[in-house]
């Protein structure tokens, strides 16, 4: 009897088949194409033999794969073809090797690099950042590919890896670790430090011109390098203090895709975050693209105050073949929201510091509704062209913006013990410019058997500053009684009611310079600087009246001269350097209807000291001392007439010590150490300031990191850091009898590194200190005891 299949028996029958032959026919393809490909796998180990975990294996700079713990890596189905491995290490040289890979071919390529698992474990948690010897070359400071040991003038390099490590955010946060620098802001808040006697405030970028209106942000910074003392030789007089200058390098594209993100939370609303892309635009590697930008908002410590910060940093490189490359890179930082107090003390306070004055730390007397914008942007052009095996020629273009729209400055000015005037300083519109042109050859050649290193250099500014400012007297409050309320409205009306003209200024500065290292032997270099400058200054002109008025010329030679004996080649190095700053004047316009004729204010430093780097790279100091007198200073002189006059035979002096030591002494185990010692007095100077000592300058500034990471074990990664920050009295007088309180701070940090990803948190101000710094004339306060906490993912 014949029995009947059910219509369900039938497609579940059917199914199965056809499950069958799919499974089939996947087979024989998935062998088809293994016995059509092959891979390549291999072992990378360290020169002791163990895996070199974490080193990156790329294929042809397209595939990217991670050592594992066991030193393995493997790249599967790769057709048949010729194919170049690189493995790499951050901190070391990358090794490549070709082969041929025909068809089901399995090869295995082995690597070993140059360096033990425990310098690979350390390069792995606490990066690059103590080696010195390559961190600190720069081809910024002069201008030449010249070592540190090598170069007679003294400089000093806070990087990436630190700036992570101390969770800075801010430009004049970095300044805490260079000897001798006391952090500052100028008046309207941008980024400054005292430097032996003297104010640093200009910053270059790239080693060329910026305009700035807001701060710095660190999101696309890779280093900070401050050059010490008058350096107008190489970077003409409009950037530079007598103290020395400030140079951050933004970061710049490298040559395969990677970068991060990062959040970040602090104390007083503070919500930050950041990315970092990075990748190149070609399969060759000839077009590279890397961004950065960041988005903060925070709210003063004070009872008042807040703002927002957005960054935008995009950078472009190009090589258009073995000889040329072309840069472009830009930033922009935009800032809104309330000024900081700025504090003034008048004739009238007769307590003589200011921890003394009885306001609270947290008052800030100012309202949430005086809100401003700023806005700074630079854009960078170069073409770097390599004319033969010892020439190259560089051609560098700069142009740097900067905005106030608005920008409401806080002026609280204490006219006696108990009693504030509050006024505000309003920028309305203030916009200023700079353009930097700047040719430069540099050649590495022979005279005989005399080595030659030179710069030849000419350069271009031209700036503008184009404002309309107002200032307001709000009212007198006792701080000792309940203040009255002040609100932007009110401000308004005042505003729209007072008739203040708009001005525009104009200078153009032409400079021709060449600097000449020359090795007279393999142990003792000379360096050979000159700087011709000439200043235009086209005068202030004023669009109501429209006239113009201000303007002159000048004229200014700038000479360097230095010397480095290495009485241990490459370890030990003398110094001595003979080094020229110059300031534009003005002239002036005498009582008497004379207008007098006044030359570039000059400041001339003799300096001398050692430069160490022992232990294998492990250990790196500088110690100096330096000399700085200043010449053509003008003051005011009372005549026998009655009248006063200005002169020009002022003087003033500076001299000083500075030491940085900076060391890894054991694996894991990095520090950062700084001290500098200032004495500084104006010699020939108005009568109420002449023997005083320069206003804002410190006698006494220490600082040190130290910090410690696991780089074995479980907890590889885990790392603490610690550090402190002294700065003696300060000044704040012209008569030197009332005084900034000294102060000392203290940081800590706890963070977890590991190759894709790092957890970090910081303590700033663990001891809640209440202190103030200051520009030479405003003060403000900083913040007490606060938090931040971050995660960052890498890729």
């Known amino acids: 009897m014949k029995q009947t299949l059910s219509p369900i028996y039938l497609r579940q029958h059917v199914q199965r088949v056809m499950v069958f032959i799919t499974t089939l026919l996947l087979t024989f393809s998935v062998q088809s194409a293994y016995s059509q490909t092959g891979s390549i796998s291999g072992k990378v180990t360290t020169s002791d033999g163990n895996p070199a975990e974490f080193s990156t294996v790329s294929l042809e700079g397209k595939q990217y794969t991670l050592v594992d713990h066991e030193g393995n890596y493997v790249f599967t189905q790769l057709p048949s073809g010729e194919y170049t491995i690189e493995v790499s290490f951050v901190g070391l040289e990358p090794k490549k090797k070709t082969v041929h890979l025909n068809e089901g071919d399995k090869i295995a390529i082995d690597f070993e690099l140059p360096a033990s698992s425990n310098t690979?474990?350390?390069?792995?948690?606490?990066?690059?950042?103590?080696?010195?010897?390559?961190?600190?070359?720069?081809?910024?400071?002069?201008?030449?590919p010249i070592?540190?040991?090598?170069?007679?003038?003294?400089?000093?390099?806070?990087?990436?890896?630190?700036?992570?490590?101390?969770?800075?955010?801010?430009?004049?946060?970095s300044f805490r670790n260079v000897p001798g620098a006391a952090p500052a802001k100028t008046g309207a808040g941008m980024p400054a430090f005292f430097s032996r006697g003297?104010?640093?405030?200009?910053?270059?970028?790239?080693?060329?011109?910026?305009?700035?209106?807001?701060?710095?942000?660190?999101?696309?910074?890779?280093?900070?390098?401050?050059?010490?003392?008058?350096?107008?030789?190489?970077?003409?007089?409009?950037?530079?203090?007598f103290g020395g200058l400030v140079n951050y390098v933004t970061k710049k594209p490298y040559d395969h895709f990677g970068g991060e993100v990062s959040y970040l939370q602090g104390s007083w609303d503070l919500s930050r975050l950041t990315a970092d892309i990075n990748a190149p635009l070609d399969q060759e590697k000839n077009l590279l693209f890397r961004l950065n930008t960041a988005f903060q908002k925070e709210n003063n410590f004070q009872d008042q105050g807040h703002g927002t910060t957005l960054v935008l940093a995009p950078s472009l490189?190009?090589?258009?073949?073995?000889?040329?490359?072309?840069?472009?890179?830009?930033?922009?930082?935009?800032?809104?929201?309330?000024?900081?107090?700025?504090?003034?003390?008048?004739?009238?306070v007769t307590l003589n510091s200011y921890d003394q004055l009885p306001i609270a730390y947290e008052r800030s007397l100012i309202?949430?509704?005086?809100?401003?914008?700023?806005?700074?942007?630079?854009?960078?052009?170069?073409?770097?062209?390599?004319?033969?095996?010892?020439?190259t020629s560089t051609t560098n273009y700069a142009y740097a913006n900067g905005e106030y729209n608005d920008l409401l400055y806080n002026n609280q000015y204490w006219i006696s013990n108990t009693e504030v005037r509050r006024a505000i300083g309003v920028f309305s519109p203030d916009k200023t410019g700079r353009k930097q042109f700047q040719q430069n050859f540099t050649g590495d050649f022979k005279i005989g058997s005399v080595r030659n290193r030179l710069v030849i250099g000419l350069d271009y500014i031209d700036q503008f500053r184009n404002m309309k400012y107002s200032y307001v007297w709000l009212d007198t409050v006792n701080v000792m009684e309940t203040t009255p309320d002040i609100r932007l409205q009110s401000l308004e009306n005042t505003l729209g009611d007072m008739d203040t003209p708009a001005r525009l200024s104009k200078q153009r500065s032409y400079g021709a310079y060449f600097s000449d290292v020359v090795n007279l032997s393999d142990r003792l270099i000379a360096m050979i600087s000159l700087r011709a400058d000439r200043f235009a200054n086209k005068g202030t002109y004023y669009p109501l009246t429209q006239q113009t008025s201000g303007s002159y010329y000048q004229t200014a030679f700038s000479p360097k001269f230095g010397l480095v004996y290495q009485p241990v080649k490459e370890k030990v190095a003398l110094f001595a350097n003979y080094m020229n700053?110059?300031?534009?004047?003005?002239?002036?316009?005498?009582?008497?209807?004379?207008?007098?004729?006044?030359?570039?204010q000059q400041a001339n430093q003799l300096e001398g000291g050692v430069k160490l780097d022992l232990l294998n790279n492990k250990l790196n100091a500088t110690i100096s001392y330096y000399d700085i007198q200043v010449s053509n200073s003008t003051r005011a002189e009372t005549r026998e007439d009655g009248l006063t006059y200005t002169v020009q035979d002022g003087t003033q002096q500076s001299r000083g010590v500075e030491v940085e030591v900076i060391g890894n002494p054991f694996?894991?185990?990095?520090?950062?150490?700084?001290?500098?010692?200032?004495?500084?007095?104006?010699?020939n100077a108005a009568e109420n300031i002449e023997g005083k000592r320069a206003l804002g300058t410190p006698e006494h500034v220490a600082n040190a990191w130290l910090s410690y990471s696991l780089i074995n074990g479980h907890l590889k990664g885990l790392g603490f850091g610690a550090g402190v920050i002294y700065v003696s009295d300060v000044f704040f007088n012209d008569t030197n009898t009332f005084t900034l309180p000294s102060y000392t701070v203290l940081d800590a940090s706890i963070f977890y590194n590991q190759p894709k990803y790092r957890i970090s948190i910081k303590a700033n101000n663990l001891t809640d200190e209440h202190y103030w710094i200051s520009d030479g004339y405003y003060v403000r306060p900083q913040k007490p005891a606060h938090f931040l906490t971050s995660f960052t993912f890498k890729f």
């Open 317 to 348: 490189s190009y090589q258009i073949n073995d000889r040329l490359t072309v840069r472009l890179d830009a930033d922009v930082q935009q800032y809104k929201g309330t000024a900081n107090t700025a504090w003034a003390v008048n004739s009238g």
């Open 198 to 241: 003297f104010q640093t405030s200009d910053n270059l970028r790239n080693g060329l011109a910026t305009s700035l209106k807001t701060g710095i942000d660190l999101a696309m910074v890779e280093r900070v390098e401050t050059i010490k003392g008058p350096s107008s030789t190489l970077f003409g007089s409009s950037m530079v203090s």
């Open 667 to 683: 694996p894991g185990f990095n520090f950062v150490t700084g001290y500098g010692y200032n004495d500084n007095e104006y010699i």
């Open 581 to 600: 700053g110059f300031k534009n004047v003005g002239n002036a316009a005498q009582p008497d209807g004379t207008v007098s004729v006044f030359k570039p």
């Open 120 to 144: 690979l474990n350390e390069f792995m948690v606490v990066g690059d950042k103590y080696s010195i010897t390559s961190r600190k070359e720069s081809p910024y400071v002069a201008r030449l």
């Open 367 to 391: 309202d949430d509704s005086f809100v401003g914008k700023q806005l700074s942007s630079n854009v960078f052009l170069q073409a770097e062209y390599k004319l033969s095996e010892n020439w």
């Open 147 to 173: 070592k540190n040991l090598e170069n007679p003038q003294v400089y000093s390099v806070v990087d990436i890896e630190l700036i992570n490590e101390q969770m800075a955010l801010t430009l004049e946060e």
